[in-house]
């Protein structure tokens, strides 16, 4: 059984878009969601992360929004670049319990 | 990156074999996880250690053994390998030595293993 479900499977947008990854969970003990960016033959690497006390939260070009009543997160990516072209994880953990639950993740492309 | 490499980073091998893994780290955190990352399914968690000689099991940990005997070093073994463990396994570590549990986990490069 999926911890966090995510979608869309793979995202296509032109460059300057702006490609918006949802993910939703179930599990209200969870305390901690990172987004992590993933390139072809690399291992993931932490984007952004959120904690449930903030609706939003913005690193550069990056931005989690967050809806703790709906159990819902997404990740905005605003003026998209072709170099933004990967797979993206949304993953959710409980402090102290050490198990990360990644998402199934969204190839996203960045066409020229 | 995070100081951790992942040996081999490349291994065929074949059904009924075992097979060992390593993760190093440079970095000297506490934490240190075994992930295996499948198409549909993202990662999941195999095994994971909280010190030296303290591991628990994750959510997919059967088949799997672990053992860390240095603070630096994770091994994750398959005693007999099999087809359905063909898989990309990240190893990844949180936490400073000493410190209570810290979310941010770092990845290593993986390793892609295929069982035949």
């Known amino acids: 059984q999926q911890q966090v479900k995510q979608s869309p499977q793979s995202l296509i947008v032109q460059k300057g878009g702006i490609p918006i990854i949802n993910c939703a969970y179930e599990?209200?003990?969870?305390?901690?969601f990172p987004w992590y960016q993933q390139f072809p033959g690399k291992g993931p690497a932490l984007l952004i992360a959120i904690r449930p006390d903030v609706s939003e939260k913005k690193e550069g070009r990056f931005t989690i929004s967050f809806n703790k009543s709906a159990k819902q997160f997404s990740l905005h990516i605003m003026d998209s670049q072709p170099g933004d072209s990967a797979t993206y994880f949304c993953a959710a953990l409980q402090t102290g319990a050490n198990n990360l639950f990644f998402g199934t993740g969204t190839r996203l492309t960045v066409i020229p | 990156d995070a100081g951790i490499t992942q040996s081999p980073r490349h291994k065929v091998t074949e059904t009924g074999t075992p097979v060992t893994l390593r993760c190093h780290q440079t970095e000297n955190h506490r934490y240190m996880y075994w992930y295996r990352q499948d198409p549909g399914h993202g990662l999941r968690l195999i095994h994971y250690?909280?010190?030296?000689?303290?591991?628990d099991k994750g959510e997919v940990s059967d088949g799997y053994s672990v053992s860390r005997s240095k603070t630096e070093d994770f091994l994750l073994t398959l005693e007999s390998a099999t087809s359905s463990q063909t898989s990309v396994y990240f190893c990844?570590?949180?936490?400073?030595?000493?410190?209570?549990?810290?979310?941010?986990?770092?990845f290593g490069p993986g390793t892609r293993l295929t069982v035949l």
């Open positions: 599990n209200t003990a969870f305390d901690y």
């Open positions: 990844a570590i949180s936490g400073l030595a000493g410190e209570s549990p810290y979310n941010e986990q770092f």
């Open positions: 250690s909280y010190g030296v000689k303290d591991t």
